[in-house]
């Protein structure tokens, strides 16, 4: 976070330095035939004043008994420029539009790789789901903000050098009199970056929490549960209370901005008074043509309009953009810890020593000084009350989140590899894991398992395998076009009650090579007697392999070899189901209140 704080320093131009590389990689070739482009069509305008006056001085001269011969020309050659301004002007912004969307392509693809670089435990910090909202809304804007900048320099740079060449031709003062009107404006612009930068700071976890009430209101996972319980109402009103902050927060930036730009306008106003003012008197002196003056007076208007839309519009993109881009070249210059790729294989032990560990922005900690030693081979059950760090000590385990305090080990055959505690952030190969809280990805059925290992390929024989292991059946009526079925009403498939996700969370675990496999109470929706029947099927195909159960069910516990008893983040007790009962602590006591409670529920 203090990396980003400093980034807080960063102004526009120092912005487009960082940021112009990562844009003109994603297409180089591309990207300078749009700048050509634009340069060109930029002097192709500047030149349409300069044909223009000497259209209009041949015209007057034939008004005055020459002959028409020049007047014809240069009106072909106006003609001629015009066509030629179009066409550019289409095929450039054309061009340019294709080029923005292939570029901004690109740069989803980058921010989603640098995502997938994070840190699992990272998403459970608040202050980084609001530094990514900010950075997505700044990836959008990105392209255009290095563009529009491109801009100035190779279209209305070009066009300004040739109107100033022109005017000074006229009368030295009138290029003068251009500063007197595009400086002030460019300066309020840069003093409403600021604005718009605490702005975006302001405004991102406001628009998340309004774009999370709005799902509970409008999206799948969510409406059924909502209208349900009659809550649409409360999400309507924190919906409006957001928007309303929202609309606030824009508003106070926006009256101070538009004072800003008010005032300055005024100054502008009397620059392009000013240009008229010296035009007229140069006629009236007769310093100028009638078609010089009637060039440059049609001309100015356009000129200044032009530096309305450089100014308002380019350069008032890039003041409102800028808070939410800083963000995005935050994101990807932020350091991101590397994977450490270590294999779990059948041999492998895993000791934790001493190991703690907090979620982002909370004092209490998860897993607290907590040592154990899970040998090769071996089947352990991980049981507790909820909340007693059960589901924390698993990404311990298998390096999805890293301690704070203590270290995670490997030891194959004896040989002892430890890494330090920030080095075990990793998902290892050879793990397999079905969580608590599994995905239910709207694919196929045959992609919503093999996804978790598509380096095996999309074989049915082992499809069916990992189906058949998990009570998946594909034959039945539930899935009409088998593997193929889609998993998503929303996108003209079927959806799944609860319990068939979890038969196909947990095929989809079976699926992924593995020498470790964890299930982590994949099994809540699911009846005792199929729950049995899975954990009976787990604990034969976990032969040989390292497995891990965690579960508040005790009954399916006997299949372990091991069970370790987790209570307020620390382990309490550690042995076997008859050890842990002759124990009478903890353990018993979660035992015998399941019993008396399934013995009470019989008895009904």
């Known amino acids: 976070m203090k990396r980003k704080d400093k980034d807080k320093r960063y102004g526009i131009l120092k912005i487009f330095r960082k940021l112009t590389p990562h844009v003109i990689r994603c297409a180089p070739c591309s990207f300078a035939a749009a700048q050509c482009g634009m340069a060109l069509y930029g002097i192709v305008l500047g030149l349409t004043t300069v044909v223009t006056q000497r259209f209009f001085d041949a015209a007057s001269a034939y008004a005055g008994g020459s002959g028409?011969?020049?007047?014809?020309?240069?009106?072909?050659?106006?003609v001629l420029i015009h066509i030629l301004s179009q066409l550019l002007n289409g095929a450039t912004y054309v061009f340019l539009e294709a080029l923005v969307q292939r570029i901004d392509g690109r740069l989803s693809i980058q921010y989603h790789e640098k995502t997938g670089r994070l840190s699992p435990e990272a998403f459970e910090d608040t202050r980084m789901l609001d530094f990514l909202e900010k950075a997505k809304q700044g990836k959008s804007n990105a392209v255009w903000f290095v563009l529009s900048i491109f801009l100035v320099f190779t279209y209305y740079l070009p066009y300004y050098a040739?109107?100033?060449?022109?005017?000074?031709?006229?009368?030295?003062?009138?290029?003068?009199?251009?500063?007197?009107?595009?400086?002030?404006?460019?300066?309020?612009?840069?003093?409403?970056?600021?604005?718009?930068?605490?702005?975006?700071?302001?405004?991102?976890?406001?628009?998340?929490?309004?774009?999370?009430?709005?799902?509970?209101?409008?999206?799948?996972?969510?409406?059924?549960?909502?209208r349900n319980l009659g809550a649409f109402a409360y999400f309507y009103e924190a919906y409006r209370d957001r928007i309303g902050r929202l609309s606030r927060l824009s508003f106070a930036v926006s009256l101070r901005s538009n004072g800003i730009e008010l005032l300055l306008k005024f100054l502008s106003l009397l620059g392009y008074l000013g240009v008229l003012w010296i035009m007229f008197l140069s006629l009236m002196r007769r310093e100028i043509s009638v078609g010089m003056f009637?060039?440059?007076?049609?001309?100015?208007?356009?000129?200044?309009?032009?530096?309305?839309?450089?100014?308002?519009?380019?350069?008032g993109a890039?003041?409102?953009?800028?808070?939410?881009?800083?963000?995005?070249?935050?994101?990807?210059?932020?350091?991101?810890?590397?994977?450490?790729?270590?294999?779990?294989?059948?041999?492998?032990?895993?000791?934790?020593?001493?190991?703690?560990?907090?979620?982002?922005?909370?004092?209490?900690?998860?897993?607290?000084?907590?040592?154990?030693?899970?040998?090769?081979?071996?089947?352990?059950?991980?049981?507790?009350?909820n909340g007693s760090g059960k589901s924390t000590?698993?990404?311990?385990?298998?390096?999805?989140?890293?301690?704070?305090?203590?270290?995670?080990?490997?030891?194959?055959?004896?040989?002892?590899?430890?890494?330090?505690?920030?080095?075990?952030?990793?998902?290892?190969e050879g793990i397999s894991a079905v969580f608590q809280n599994y995905s239910r990805y709207q694919m196929t059925l045959r992609e919503n398992i093999a996804i978790s290992d598509t380096r095996r390929g999309y074989e049915d024989t082992l499809l069916e395998d990992c189906c058949e292991k998990a009570g998946v059946e594909k034959g039945s009526g539930v899935f009409p076009s088998g593997y193929e079925t889609?998993?998503?009403?929303?996108?003209?498939?079927?959806?799944?009650?609860?319990?068939?996700?979890?038969?196909?969370?947990?095929?989809?675990?079976?699926?992924?090579?593995?020498?470790l496999i964890v299930l982590d109470e994949p099994t809540a929706a699911i009846d005792p007697l199929e729950e049995t029947r899975i954990y009976e099927q787990f604990a034969r195909i976990a032969k040989g392999k390292t497995a891990i159960i965690v579960t508040h069910r005790l009954g399916s516990v006997r299949l372990a070899d091991r069970v370790f008893v987790m209570k307020d983040g620390g382990l309490a007790e550690e042995g076997t189901h008859e050890e842990l009962m002759r124990l009478d602590g903890e353990y018993a006591r979660l035992y015998w209140a399941q019993e008396k409670w399934y013995s009470g529920t019989d008895g009904v």
Request: charged residues 25%; glycine residues 8%; proline residues 3%.
């Open 68 to 78: 028409p011969d020049q007047a014809v020309f240069l009106l072909g050659a106006l």
């Open 318 to 385: 890039l003041v409102r953009n800028y808070g939410t881009v800083k963000n995005y070249l935050d994101f990807v210059e932020m350091p991101v810890q590397e994977k450490w790729g270590e294999k779990v294989t059948a041999d492998t032990d895993i000791v934790l020593e001493h190991v703690s560990f907090s979620y982002p922005g909370t004092e209490r900690k998860a897993v607290c000084d907590v040592s154990l030693h899970i040998r090769a081979g071996e089947t352990a059950a991980i049981v507790g009350e």
């Open 294 to 315: 009637a060039a440059v007076f049609a001309s100015v208007g356009f000129l200044f309009s032009f530096m309305e839309e450089l100014v308002n519009g380019h350069f």
């Open 162 to 226: 040739v109107m100033s060449a022109y005017l000074s031709s006229v009368r030295p003062v009138l290029s003068l009199s251009l500063l007197l009107v595009f400086v002030p404006t460019v300066l309020g612009q840069f003093l409403r970056a600021k604005l718009y930068a605490r702005l975006e700071d302001g405004t991102a976890p406001v628009r998340r929490e309004a774009d999370h009430y709005e799902r509970c209101m409008t999206s799948q996972e969510y409406f059924k549960e909502t």
């Open 486 to 515: 889609l998993l998503s009403r929303e996108f003209g498939g079927i959806d799944l009650s609860g319990g068939q996700w979890q038969r196909v969370a947990i095929a989809r675990g079976f699926f992924r090579r593995h020498d």
């Open 393 to 428: 000590l698993v990404r311990l385990l298998t390096g999805l989140y890293a301690p704070q305090e203590g270290t995670v080990s490997y030891r194959t055959d004896g040989e002892k590899r430890r890494e330090a505690a920030r080095k075990s952030n990793a998902v290892r």
